[in-house]
């Protein structure tokens, strides 16, 4: 794992050298676990988990912390939306949802005003990432502004992508990229350090990543790729260095369907 150290805005000189709060970047190939359905112990040898915010970091293993910093969660629609109506967009009157997860609502990004609102609370949870103990955040949807029935445009995400990389660096973590191939190099260039994708392999832009970052961490899924599918995709010579096959829904080991395989290092 690599550091560096970034100082909080503001003060002087002096101040600023004693509040410079070290980035530990996460290492570029490593056994990795997506842990968001629930948090459990990690199998011997992984030694790179990521789980939701409102879970606990696990002992003694470089954490990856979740937030989805463009949707609302599903347990939380209704109580943010009724706290800040004016941040979630509206289509006849209701919030308008993604109509892949119809119980998250889809945050409004189209002015600076609400931008700073959302990354005021957003940066919050994020500096609770670090409070708990997490080494990075991982920031999901940034590709919302697709789903927006274009109320939204890849501008205004992008707007606050750069927000959510400051408030993540001055909380001490690292930041990744969510999918969003198409936006690599923007996004890279705002500051985003490695990057959580989603299927890269089966959509064929595994290479939009590991041409910019160092770390990229790759989860495909059962009911997607499958397992042979998964075999083949570890073979690949060109594949990114940590790829994992997941249940679409991310259960506990406790479930009967729970599935968990790893590519062999490269």
């Not at 600023?16 to 842990?35: E, M, R």
């Not at 957003?122 to 080494?135: E, F, H, L, T």
């Not at 940034?142 to 606050?160: E, F, G, I």
């Not at 770390?215 to 690949?236: H, P, Q």
Request: proline residues 6%; negative net charge.
């Amino acid at each position: 794992m690599t550091s560096q150290s970034v100082a909080q805005p503001g003060g002087n000189a002096e101040k600023g050298a004693a509040n410079v709060k070290k980035i530990v970047q996460p290492p570029a190939a490593a056994p990795f676990d997506y842990q968001l359905g629930g948090p459990y112990t990690p199998r011997k040898g992984v030694s790179v988990v990521e789980r939701d915010r409102t879970a606990e970091p696990a002992q003694g293993l470089y954490n990856i912390c979740y937030v989805n910093g463009f949707q609302t969660q599903p347990n939380e629609s209704k109580s943010f939306a009724k706290a800040h109506p004016n941040l979630v967009l509206q289509k006849g009157g209701k919030p308008l949802v993604d109509p892949g997860w119809p119980d998250e609502y889809i945050f409004d990004t189209s002015t600076q005003a609400k931008r700073v609102q959302l990354t005021n609370i957003v940066g919050s949870w994020i500096d609770g990432c670090a409070k708990s103990g997490y080494a990075a955040v991982e920031i999901d949807n940034l590709d919302s502004y697709t789903r927006s029935q274009r109320l939204l445009t890849a501008a205004d995400n992008l707007a606050l992508a750069k927000a959510y990389a400051a408030a993540a660096h001055a909380s001490g973590l690292a930041i990744a990229q969510k999918n969003t191939a198409d936006l690599a190099p923007k996004l890279k260039a705002l500051g985003y350090d490695f990057a959580v994708t989603e299927s890269c392999f089966e959509f064929e832009e595994c290479s939009s990543y590991t041409d910019r970052y160092k770390a990229v961490y790759d989860i495909e899924y059962t009911d997607e790729l499958g397992e042979s599918g998964f075999t083949d995709a570890c073979t690949d010579p060109h594949r990114p260095a940590t790829m994992i096959l997941r249940d679409h829904n991310l259960v506990t080991p406790n479930s009967g369907d729970y599935v968990y395989r790893a590519c062999a290092a490269k």
